[in-house]
């Protein structure tokens, strides 16, 4: 796997299900905030540089529900980094079915970096663009 | 209000938030869907027409998070149809904050209306067209 | 309805259930929470008195599942203060159907009152005891 | 390990926390009805006896909250059969944080084994007795 990539797994339960015996919608936006925690995991010195006065907050989600997960299903979230804007990056996400490699769910969310003292997103620059452009992995075409 | 927009309200409380102190973004899909079932509630002959063998199925949500919601806000859930498609159904969703009107999240969720017999996409023609067009609300410019 | 009693309201919708068509046990946890702010809401004074550097901790639940709430039942949480102890203070919550008044859940959580600047458990004593004895309402035999 | 006990891990997320900074009451639910699931995958022949027309309903849970779960927390939940009733089941659990072993959760789920076709509380007994005896762990003095 790409090292760019972070993967990280859930197992389907009850709980996660909704009358439909279905996935419930809301439910998708948890794994892959779980991917995100887990793609920071993964990279420490960027975690590091995240913290502090600095918060990522989500703009934009646009996401695709292509596939309807059920109960026991082991799913993969596979969480990388797809786009850097002036003052914005974007992240590619995909939630797949482990064994048959169906696809459920992709997922573009949208994130600002908020300076928190000053209230004011950052620019994509300097040492934070040093930072995230070698993680920079485009989606497929 | 235009009769075709369904409004719903929601209390923000303690558990709707995660630590950065908002409301967590997996709980405005709760909260959208809350207005979705409220919307078929006010209309309950579109309600029996979508029940039987057919099956709502979102299958695209684009979310714009324009302001985060905090402990004690009161929103208000805006739902209402914006387009139709020859298999699918667009609806327009906004949340905003009682009191001072500051839009916190809009959405356009997708559905395709899946007969769940024949497991294929119905067509958005003859009685369901008549149905659903009236209550059609195309977003402001 | 006794002026010691908090009623709120809430709307099963799919998104509470789980693959076995019921509410979720999880979801009754949050319902309980939502008629416990309802509560508080209701009594500004109290609601103040307990804001500041005091936090209401639940130490323990006792919850009893009676029925299982299904798709578009309306069910009412009825919030009530049961016992005041040395250092605990125990509510009683009920949730049940509208209509046919059945009982679903009987829950008993017992709170402490944390100082938050010194990290320790109040005595339910003084000012505090008297704002809130009156509001006791000892469970029916 | 005593082979009576399943344990799973959890790893604390912002979306599993509210407004305190605390893991919200509700999701140590979740947490324990993972921990149930993965006690059934282990035992899939116990899983394959409580399938079919069998439901395991909860009907009592009594769970103590004893220390509040923060951000980054690795939790683990032990699961384990306590008790076997005439008509009931009751279950052992505890989530402790790894590393320095807090204890914080402790709860005991009581259920019942619903025949679902016939509507009533299965008795403890015969097959089914044989095959849970063997995994009764009462808790420690």
Redesign the interface.
Known sequence: MDTRITRTTV?V???H?????HV????Y??FL??GR?AYLAERPELARKLAGDI?L??????????H?AV?HDKLEVMTSLARLGDRSVVMSQTINRIGDDRRVVEATPTFVLLDTRQKKALGIQGDLEAALRPLLLPPAA
């Open positions: 197992n339960r009850n709980y299900l909704d009358a439909y015996a419930n919608n809301a439910r936006m948890e905030e779980e925690w918060a907050v989500m703009v934009n989600l646009n996401i695709s529900f292509l309807g109960l």
